[in-house]
């Protein structure tokens, strides 16, 4: 699987996001993160300090320090803004790469009478026909009614070899701003405008629509109650220490609330969320929503098509087998000269299986050769060489027939080979050098190589997958232990496969499934993570909840890690956040009240050297800590397939108790580097 | 309105069942079964209530064994703790005056003072004593009353009580007991 | 000392021993399928239905269950506040009491009635013996019950397929008849015979030794006491609580007050294993709180053993303080651990004289509320920290969280934020306010940090539902009687709304199977996870109040 990383940070994006990340200190904006909206309250009120010191009773500290809370605070909230601001960025920038191919073009409407009407594509509404010719962009999404083309989709998908799109079938869906090539269609329009595909693209990559998901609004409540305690805690404690005659400082407490709440996980939160969704994006698999990536990482089951997805679908050569009288060699040697001019994938594949067994043959022999191309008529392809040897490969019934016209034999245990073949599941294609036939070749669809190991890794990460085949059992069976699937369904008619999903579902699990065809689609809706393929009819795209612009149905897999890569990015930096707390308040509380309690020097452990430089430390080490993060929220945390008690484990030791040792450290240093200062 | 009836219905029951039955029912079979704890174990002479066993009483004689401090003047109707912080300036300075009037007392006492013997109980009417601070006092009732050091100790030993089970508990001296023999030994 | 250390150890191993067959019985008592305990319970039982007009097989959803606690509950509180109005006009009064004021017959009233038992009156002045029956003795077994009702219908809920989550007023007689009637029998008995007065005549006048009076207060005290530790609820009959003789006149009684205080809280938790068909999930759950328990039990052991330098100084060893001679101080330091932990309240030793250290841990623990807890709403608070760390970890694995196959969305955190935000905002509110108003700062009868501790120390208790007092504060005080009510009834009654509304949220929802995928809630690594979690947020939420406190305190020893 071909991960296609962009290269995802410019200077002009970083410039952008530094911009809007004052843009977003707008109150209105803010208090939509209610974390990082009390942090930007605290930062409001010290800068009311730096400008009247006596605001909020008489202050015991310098100007000098509640500038520096000001500016640590002011800088808290500019990084919690930055992350976001370069999350949303990089969404921004695809967008307006999207958005180049989306200029208006001017479409040719068939009226009622026949005529053609020039229109922009903005006036086009669902169920107008308009006529597409070669070289000109698709107006809108539809359906082709009439004709077939190659459609260069490169703009959406970013894949330049044209595809073939016709009327009928599973190929006839087009998507608006792409170019057609050759020949010419008639498409019916399935959208109204701004609600095109290319449309909701945009606005879902740019973030536009972006809503918060289940999860992060649990998230979320979750965070703003602990920043409610904390609010609480830092309230309640004036009086009291009042009572001790201890006066606190009002830019000290706001220090020491700022560094209890969970400011880390918040300030990165929204920046993890739109990351995720990018991250999906950049995979070229566009999600309808952040939901349907946060259920991808639920995922129990995985329903997959044989063909296409678990197989590469065009069958490829795995044997060569003799009739009576032919050795192996000369069988394999007939096979190689009748494909080495045989560009398709099955002729690719005979040469390799030949070269593989040891046979070769220099590729200029031919040079000069006619090259019979494959037709449905004929049904056979090779090559008529120069002098006059005439090798063919093909259906074994145009061979023979092929062979009787040059007055040749059929052997006898051709049709019986050609039968065996069959039954297991593989095309047999019969090979012939003038009038003799040599033998077969097997054809047999083939597992895509490393899909093994990734369904072990899903296996491994408690993900079950069931193949799902119109073949036989017996060939199933086959393909099925060799792809290492969990179960299959042989013989799977459409409804089979609604059946599976319900199946697994009953028994509370989330199935995930891939399709493409109209017929997919009542399975695609009934499935929690449905994938469907960008080739594929309107009605499968329009019942799944994402679309592989790439058509490979194989990134299933992808999503599904990046599911959970984006639940466990947000748990493991909330984990962090929430352990970095110990050592903020071992630095904090003794600092706050020793002038009158210097018994509590002893809660002194990291032995600051004062206690404004205690504050600040813990302050400065809070703010510093959200850019340092910044990479983990956009990239997501590293995952890597395994069972969940191991992966607990592993994440607890990384974010847990990293979480507890690293603010200790960092505290430690900071206060060395600010004595140093003083 | 139906489940407001249902719950006045209940509360009432329970109330019945729980506040008046129950604790009834239990005074009559305590009575038969232990008369005497269910009164409050009370001591009678010629008639005459001398007190509980179980709680003690203001010995101010120097003759007697006194109970350890209390609160509550030794008066149930008011049971009552000092409610002194352990660790504050007021407590320590109180006790180190306590502990040099002991030390007076009873010269023999020098670093190991009975921490039960300073310090005041938690109900008001601890009716016990360590063996140790019970036999902390005997050189002052020696002195006052002419008994023998040695009749005092012995009396001591007699009113110990050990573990209950052998595990539970502390060695204790019911004081009120033992003033009570020691009453009659003097006559 | 090694004595000290195989009391305590006896006492627990005997606690340890009774948790499995009592957890057995307790899942009995609850199963509504037919059980032997019908033949024996069933008349009984039927008539209670009948006379409450209830139907035995009418299950209620979480609204129909709060409701009903809350109906029934709320009727009690009026008939409670009503006796102690009128006790001087009302029969059992030999003593001759007057009627309680109003503000602390509220405070009273709401005491009782959430099972806290915090008492701002004295027992022995302040209430008739039909008071002490009435008033105190029957919500003793209803509050208690109420709260083990909802832990069950709480359980029901997140182990069953339905928003069925049984039917309240079954629960409640059931437990009443099954459980705490009898053994509040016979164990009231067993007091009786170790010293414990169980009498309906008025006080005596004794003439002392040395020839003074003394007026000796008793009356139905042993069948107050049992019912007392059964259901943690923990208002003593006298002021001076389970340090006075007569509530606990022999180390045996006060063996068996620590056994029943731990008796039904530890039990419900491996009831609770059993019911949601994980044993365990429950031992993983008791695990956690164990281990909290321990440090603190050690820390108080330890902390009463040593006494204060001050006190050491003048060879006085340990601190015998506010402590009985028959207990010493390790049964008192147990008592002190287990009555907190087990939000009980009642005290066999004066915390407010405990060493700073010592103090800080019944505080610490009723801060925590859910170091096994009492009358099942300690069970709660605890998995309502097994819900956040669930969401936490399972968060960690890149799975929706989720719990006994159930789905830890919005509306549960939502819920599970409510629960976790009434605690410290009961405690810390209130006493931030105690400290703005000069009137109610003067009820502290020690300065400096163990000022603070005196205060935070009733809100705690208060919101807690524990009811155990640093008795140092004067509480009975109208800004203290109303304050410290109103945070005893939020502190219930928030929590319970909550817990059982995402109990019916959970049952409704369909059960997601686990597999590898899944990281288990009942291994070691959770129990450790659970801890961390208890730990940090439940404890860093009020260090800064417990620094200007106890650890002050401790620190300028």
């Not at chain 1, 809007?20 to 109150?27: M, Q, R, V």
């Not at chain 2, 709680?55 to 109970?67: G, R, V």
């Not at chain 3, 328990?293 to 050491?312: C, D, N, R, S, W």
């Not at chain 3, 209130?430 to 300065?447: G, H």
Request: hydrophobic share 45%.
């Amino acid at each position: 699987m071909a991960i296609k990383q962009k290269k995802t940070l410019s200077k002009e994006m970083i410039t952008q996001a530094v911009i809007d990340s004052f843009k977003k200190l707008n109150p209105v904006m803010m208090i939509k993160n209610p974390v990082m909206f009390i942090v930007e309250i605290g930062t409001f009120i010290t800068f009311v300090l730096c400008v009247v010191p006596d605001a909020f009773g008489p202050s015991t500290v310098s100007r000098g320090y509640n500038v520096t809370v000001f500016l640590t605070l002011l800088f808290t909230v500019l990084f919690a803004n930055f992350a976001e601001a370069l999350a949303e960025g990089r969404g921004k920038a695809q967008a307006n790469t999207l958005r180049k191919t989306k200029s208006d073009t001017i479409a040719k409407l068939l009226q009622k009478d026949g005529s053609i009407k020039e229109v922009s594509s903005t006036q086009l509404r669902k169920g107008d026909i308009v006529r597409v010719d070669a070289g000109k962009l698709i107006p809108s999404d539809g359906e082709i009614i009439e004709g077939l083309a190659s459609v260069d989709e490169s703009a959406i998908t970013g894949e330049s070899a044209p595809v073939i799109k016709e009327a009928g079938g599973d190929f006839s869906s087009v998507t608006g701003g792409t170019r057609v090539v050759s020949d010419y269609i008639i498409v019916k329009v399935t959208t109204d405008p701004g609600e095109s595909f290319l449309d909701r693209m945009i606005s879902l990559v740019e973030g536009a629509t972006r809503q918060k998901t289940p999860n992060e609004i649990a998230l979320t409540t979750l965070l703003t109650v602990l920043t409610l305690i904390f609010l609480f805690v830092i309230i309640t404690i004036v009086p009291l220490a009042n009572y001790l005659h201890i006066k606190l400082d009002t830019a000290t407490l706001i220090a020491l609330l700022v560094c209890l709440i969970p400011t880390t996980i918040g300030g990165l939160l929204s920046a993890i969320g739109i990351t995720g969704m990018n991250r999906v994006t950049q995979f070229n698999v566009l999600a309808m929503s952040g939901k349907a990536v946060e259920a991808a990482g639920d995922i129990d089951t995985m329903i997959l098509d044989k063909t296409g997805t678990i197989t590469f679908g065009n069958r490829m050569a795995a044997e060569f087998i003799p009739v009576d009288g032919v050795s192996q060699k000369d069988i394999t040697l007939a096979a190689l000269q009748s494909s080495v001019k045989d560009e398709t994938p099955e002729g690719r594949s005979v040469v390799e299986l030949a070269n593989k067994l040891g046979v070769t043959w220099p590729e200029n022999e031919y040079a000069d050769a006619e090259i019979i191309e494959f037709t449905a008529e004929s049904r056979m392809s090779g090559l008529n060489v120069s002098n006059g040897t005439k090798i063919r490969k093909g259906a074994v019934d145009a061979i023979k027939a092929f062979v009787i016209t040059a007055n040749g034999s059929i052997p006898n245990d051709l049709e019986e080979k050609a039968n065996q073949i069959a039954k297991a599941g593989g095309t047999p294609l019969a090979v012939s050098i003038n009038n003799r036939i040599y033998g077969l070749i097997y054809l047999k669809d083939t597992v895509k190589p490393g899909l093994k190991e990734r369904f072990a890794e899903l296996r491994a990460m408690g993900i079950k997958t069931v193949m799902c085949t119109g073949d036989n059992p017996l060939t199933a069976a086959t393909i099925a232990q060799e792809a290492g699937v969990d179960e299959f369904i042989a013989e799977a008619k459409p409804e089979d496969k609604i059946e599976a999903i319900k199946r697994e579902q009953a028994q509370g699990k989330l199935v995930a499934m891939t399709g493409d065809g109209t017929n997919d689609a009542p399975a695609l809706a009934q499935a929690d993570v449905g994938l469907a393929m960008n080739s594929g009819t309107m009605a499968a795209k329009e019942a799944a909840n994402m679309i592989d612009l790439d058509s490979d149905p194989t990134k299933l897999l992808s999503v599904i890690a990046i599911g959970k890569q984006l639940l466990i990015t947000r748990g493991s930096l909330t984990t962090f956040s929430i352990a970095n707390d110990i050592a903020k308040y071992f630095a904090i509380i003794p600092a706050l009240f020793i002038v009158a309690l210097p018994q509590l020097q002893a809660l002194n452990i990291m032995r600051l050297t004062s206690p404004q430089s205690a504050i600040l430390s813990a302050l400065i080490f809070n703010a510093i800590i959200i850019p340092l993060l910044i990479p983990v929220a956009m990239k997501g945390a590293k995952y890597k397939a395994m069972d969940a008690n191991r992966l607990l484990r592993r994440n607890l030791l990384v974010y847990g108790l990293g979480g507890m040792v690293a603010p200790f450290i960092g505290i430690k240093v900071i206060d060395m580097m600010i004595a140093g200062l003083m | 309105m139906k489940s407001l009836y249902t719950a006045i219905r209940a509360s009432i029951l329970f109330m019945i069942v729980c506040g008046l039955l129950y604790p009834l029912l239990t005074t009559e079979v305590a009575q038969i079964l232990f008369p005497f704890q269910a009164q409050g174990s009370l001591v009678e002479d010629n008639g005459k209530v001398k007190g509980s066993v179980l709680l003690a009483q203001a010995f101010t004689s120097p003759k007697l064994f006194h109970p350890r401090a209390s609160a509550a003047e030794y008066d149930p109707t008011a049971s009552a703790a000092t409610n002194a912080a352990v660790a504050s300036p007021d407590y320590i300075k109180s006790m180190k005056e306590t502990v040099d009037a002991i030390k007076k007392e009873n010269p023999s006492l020098q670093n190991k003072i009975p921490a039960d013997l300073v310090t005041t109980s938690g109900s008001g009417f601890d009716p016990d004593l360590s063996p140790e601070a019970a036999k902390a006092q005997v050189p002052r009732i020696a002195k006052a009353t002419g008994l023998s050091e040695q009749l005092l100790l012995s009396l001591i030993d007699k009113h110990t009580k050990g573990r209950q089970l052998g595990i539970f508990g502390e060695p204790r001296v019911n004081v009120f007991e033992l003033n009570r023999d020691l009453l009659a030994q003097s006559k | 000392m090694s004595i000290g250390i195989i009391q305590v150890a006896v006492t627990l191993l005997i606690a340890l021993l009774l948790i499995k067959p009592v957890g057995s019985y307790l899942v009995n008592v609850f199963s509504y399928e037919k059980t032997r305990l019908d033949r024996v319970f069933g008349p009984v039982e039927r008539l209670f239905y009948r006379i409450m007009g209830v139907h035995e097989e009418q299950s209620m959803d979480s609204k129909q269950y709060v409701t009903a606690v809350l109906f029934s509950n709320f009727v009690m509180m009026i008939l409670i506040y009503a006796v102690l109005r009128l006790q001087k006009h009302l029969p059992f009064n030999p003593d001759g009491i007057d009627n309680m004021p109003s503000a602390l017959a509220f405070n009273t009233a709401a005491s009782f009635i959430t099972n806290t038992n915090w008492q701002a009156y004295s027992g022995e002045s302040g209430l008739s013996y039909l008071s002490q029956m009435l008033a105190i003795t029957f919500p003793m077994f209803t509050s208690s019950a109420t709260g083990f009702a909802v832990a069950i219908a709480f359980i029901r809920g997140i182990s069953g397929n339905k928003n069925e989550l049984g039917n309240f007023y079954v629960d409640l007689v059931r437990l009443i008849t099954r459980v705490l009637l009898p053994l509040s029998f016979i164990a009231a008995l067993f007091l009786v015979f170790q010293g414990v007065p169980q009498t309906l005549h008025g006080a005596v006048t004794a003439t002392t030794l040395e020839g003074a009076n003394q007026v000796i207060t008793r009356g139905p005290v042993a069948s107050l006491e049992s019912i007392k530790h059964l259901g943690t609820n923990g208002g003593g009959y006298f002021g001076t609580n389970a340090a006075h003789p007569f509530e606990n006149p022999t180390p045996l009684t006060n063996l068996l007050h620590i056994l029943f205080m731990l008796l039904l809280p530890t039990s419900l938790i491996y009831a609770f294993g059993v019911m949601i068909k994980n044993k365990r999930q429950g031992w993983s759950v008791f695990a956690a709180m164990s281990v909290i328990f321990l440090i603190m039990l050690g820390t108080v052991l330890f902390q009463e053993y040593k006494g204060t330098p001050a006190l050491h100084a003048m060879g006085i060893h340990g601190n015998m303080e506010g402590k009985e001679v028959r207990f010493g101080f390790f049964e008192s330091a147990l008592f002190t651990a287990v009555t907190t932990a087990a939000t009980t309240g009642s005290v066999n030793n004066m915390h407010d004289s405990l060493t700073p250290l010592g103090g800080f841990v019944p505080l610490a623990e009723m801060m925590l509320n859910n170091v096994f807890g009492g009358k099942g709403v300690g069970l709660l608070n605890g998995l309502l920290y097994v819900i956040l760390s669930v969401f936490i970890c399972g968060l960690m694995v890149g799975r929706t969280p989720e719990f006994l196959g159930r789905k830890i969305e919005a509306k549960e955190m939502k819920l599970a934020s409510i629960a976790l935000l009434i605690h410290p905002i009961l405690i810390l509110v209130p006493t931030a306010l105690a400290f703005l108003r000069p009137e109610s700062m003067a009820s502290i009868l020690n300065p400096g940090s163990h000022g603070i501790s005196e205060v935070l120390y009733a809100f705690t208790s208060g919101a807690a539902n524990n009811g155990s007092a640093f008795a140092g504060l004067t509480a009975n005080k109208n800004f203290y009687n109303i304050s410290i009510g109103l945070v005893m009834l939020f502190g219930r009654y928030i929590s319970i709304i909550a817990m059982l509304a995402i109990a019916g949220s959970l049952a409704t929802k369909s059960r997601v199977a686990a597999s590898v995928g899944t990281f288990r809630t009942d291994t070691p690594l959770f129990t450790v996870i659970l801890l961390m979690m208890i730990l940090i947020i439940g404890a860093l939420t009020f260090f800064p109040a417990l620094a200007l406190g106890p650890i002050a305190e401790h620190l300028g020893m």
